[in-house]
């Protein structure tokens, strides 16, 4: 089974702060890979580091053996169509109803008569649950429900990759089930590639074929869903557990807070 | 001293970078091949930016050539000369005022809205998601609005010099009693076709460029914030305005000089 993402040796720094230096990741083609990580860690700009809207300032990422950082802006649009990426903040665009935002790469990207792409988007919805919401305009939906309208245009052209940037945020539980579901679903019916990124570990861990741990600018564990549950790696497991205190700080890298108390 | 002339090369060379960002831009956005789906996308925008600015541009033009109208006539009944009030209403409304005012209402009233609507698109990732669709931004939001604003204004421009010719002839003629025959026919004999006509659609054109692409680079880099935002517009309206006047005053060279 082939790499369908190669990262090789990248770095990427935002402004003076570094976030990843020498990073080497591979996602394989076929499988669920999930990546793991504190808040502002650069998960989100790990997946646009992928789409190639984000360049590294040294390495080279790999997309189906061509690289995505040294492509023509032509062929980059190629590369774009066999991917997919759901936005963190859903990026729905707010003038148009549920159902042409889910209509909006078919209508750009393939001829097919209206009743067919009708067929095809209420699939989409159906699959999301919100196929009685197609009449509602973007800017009407809850947070929870945007995020899935998002989710089923993001799918709308089978891509090769889907990219999930937290798929379960503001689901509840039913909805997040289903959801985990979808995302298993696609990627055994339609042979995708899946990058997931989330908070929510234990069921990411669920469906996840193959985990990234990120943190402190590369990577820390990596392995199967069940390598990582029973690795005892102290940042690892407080990680996962969710323990405030321990090796990973939860907080933005500052100077000490008392003692910048005890200065003023 | 060193610190000022650091600054100075700073500001140039940002200011060149900038140039080179919205040069690229243009190139990009300019050539597509156009079909039918992107005609539709143009109509849409020839819309948005032409027809709703229409209101605003027949108003103004209605006022000023009624303006125009009583203080030429004031001026030019003293020398006797009122016959020639509709060669200088339409002399002036054609080859400055109707460009040059229809370019500044414009700038105001569809270059600070597509600022902002670009600059918020790219504030909530929509431009971003669109990159991810495989859809270039460029093509889909940047060219339709270019290619609509530079069609729309000259016909603007020229609206508004008919509808203030009839204003200056509605407080000339109805108002003031001039003879109607002298003061239409003095006209149609002193304006002529290339000179006044086709110049002033070349400078309504130029003007267009200019205010849609200064419109569309400040919303495509904005900060995608609020303040970034109002920012963009302000700037928009500022430069496109300035640029507006000094281009203005060079064609006019070029042109009259
Ligand atoms: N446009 C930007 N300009 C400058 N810095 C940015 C920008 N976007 C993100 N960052 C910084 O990059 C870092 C990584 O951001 P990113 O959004 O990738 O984090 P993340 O891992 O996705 O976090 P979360 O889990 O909270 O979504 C953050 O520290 C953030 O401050
Ligand atoms: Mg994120």
Partial sequence: MGQLVQIRDMSFAREQRILFDNLNLDIAQGKITAILGPSGIGKTTLLKLIGGQLTPSSGDILFSGESVCRAKRAQLYQMRRKMGLLFQSGALFPELTVFENVAFPLREHTQLTEPVLQTLVRMKLESVGLRGAEQLMATELSGGMGRRVALARATALDPELMMYDEPFAGQDPISMGVLLKLIRDLNQSLGLTSIVVSHDVTEVLEIADYVYVLADKTIIAQGTADGIKSNQDPRLVQFINGLPNGPVPFHYPASDFLKDLAAQ | ?257
């Fill in chain 2, 1 to 257: 001293m060193i610190n000022q002339i650091q600054r100075i090369g700073e500001r140039s060379i940002n200011f060149v970078t900038r140039l080179g960002v919205a040069g690229l831009m243009l190139v990009n956005a300019l050539f597509s091949q156009p079909n039918w789906k992107f005609l539709r996308l143009v109509g849409l925008q020839v819309y948005n930016l032409g027809v709703l600015s229409l209101p605003i541009i027949l108003v103004a033009g209605l006022f000023i050539g009624m303006v125009l109208g009583l203080q030429g006539y004031n001026v030019l009944v003293s020398y006797g000369a009122e016959q020639s009030l509709g060669t200088m209403v339409a002399l002036s409304l054609l080859r400055e005022l109707g460009p040059v005012v229809t370019a500044l209402l414009f700038a105001g009233r569809a270059g600070s809205a597509l600022t902002a609507e670009v600059g918020l698109m790219k504030a909530t990732e929509q431009i971003s998601s669109m990159e991810m669709m495989a859809v270039d931004p460029f093509k889909r939001i940047i060219a339709p609005r270019f290619w609509a604003g530079v069609l729309s204004m000259p016909v603007l421009a020229f609206m508004f010099s008919m509808i203030a010719i009839w204003g200056g002839s509605f407080v000339g003629v109805d108002w003031k009693g001039i003879d109607s025959g002298g003061f239409w026919s003095v006209m149609q004999a002193s304006v002529d076709i290339h000179q006044d006509i086709f110049y002033g659609f070349i400078k309504s054109t130029v003007f267009a460029f200019v205010i849609v692409w200064v419109a569309l680079y400040n919303g495509y880099y904005a900060k995608p914030s609020s303040a970034g935002i109002s920012e963009a517009t302000t700037r928009t309206v500022v430069n496109a305005s300035l640029m507006v006047l000094a281009l203005d005053f060079i064609l006019t060279i070029l042109m009259y000089g």
